[in-house]
Every structure is written in C-alpha cells, then in structure tokens.
C-alpha cells in the first residue's frame, strides 16, 4: 500500500506540481490550509507525513503545528515545513512549533523525495525517549 502525504498548500499550482512530482511513489492527500487539515486528520484519516507551506491561510503553521501536536494522537506524525525564508530564526521557529524538519523552496526534486523518505524511515522519537536520550 502507498504510503500517504498530506499536502497544506493553498496554491492549486502548487499542489499539482507536488503531485507530478511525488504522485507516482506515494498518495498525496491535497488541503489549501492548515484548518481544513486537521479537520481531516481528526475525522480519523490517517496520513504517514505532513508537508505544509509555512505560509497557510486562516491558521498559521505555527498554530497548526502547535493545535497538531497537542493531540496526542498526532504527537509522533513528521512534519516537514516548506518556507520560502532562508532564515535560522524561521528554522528554529518552526522546529520549536513542532515541525520534524524544515526546508528552503524551492527544493529540488531529488533533495525532496530523499528529506521524504528519511522522515517515513526514522518516525519521530515520543517524549519519553527524547528524555531518556538527554
């Protein structure tokens, strides 16, 4: 079974160029913001990794990312965040939020599909494993 991206892009184009791009390899579950996402997750849908933009309609990624992490069931899901800001504050920002991983726009095709499966092969560790390592 393919495995299922969640998408938050508002911009249409966007969302078909991602899935030129990775619609052969996995399932890719498009959503123009962060809103109609959880939405979507909490009806119990199951997604294997998120890609959002950072620039989301309605709700924030940070807001997003902050409202995603709250619920425990959703507390170990990847995250990977797309911004268009190739700043250290912007990285450190989304990863305090609750991102898993951040990347600069746009990213090459190879470079993508690699940050992707690296993030469905090494889930996020829970708490408890985060505290032991420390």
Do not use: C
């Not at 899935?19 to 294997?48: M, P, S």
């Amino acid at each position: 079974m393919q495995e299922k991206l969640l998408f938050i892009q508002a911009d249409a184009s966007a969302l078909r160029a991602m899935e030129a791009v990775l619609g052969g390899d996995y399932k890719l579950i498009g959503k123009h913001d962060g809103l109609e996402a959880l939405e979507w997750l909490e009806r119990a849908n199951h997604a294997d990794l998120i890609i959002a933009d950072s620039n989301m309609p309605y709700l924030s990624s940070t807001d997003f990312l902050k409202e995603l992490r709250s619920q425990a069931a959703f507390r170990q899901l990847p995250v990977l965040v797309l911004s268009d800001l190739d700043q250290v504050t912007e990285r450190n920002h989304y990863m305090q939020a609750g991102a898993t991983d951040f990347a600069i726009k746009p990213l090459p095709k190879a470079q993508l599909r690699q940050r992707i499966r690296h993030l469905l092969d090494n889930p996020r560790p829970d708490d408890s494993e985060v505290r032991l390592a420390s």
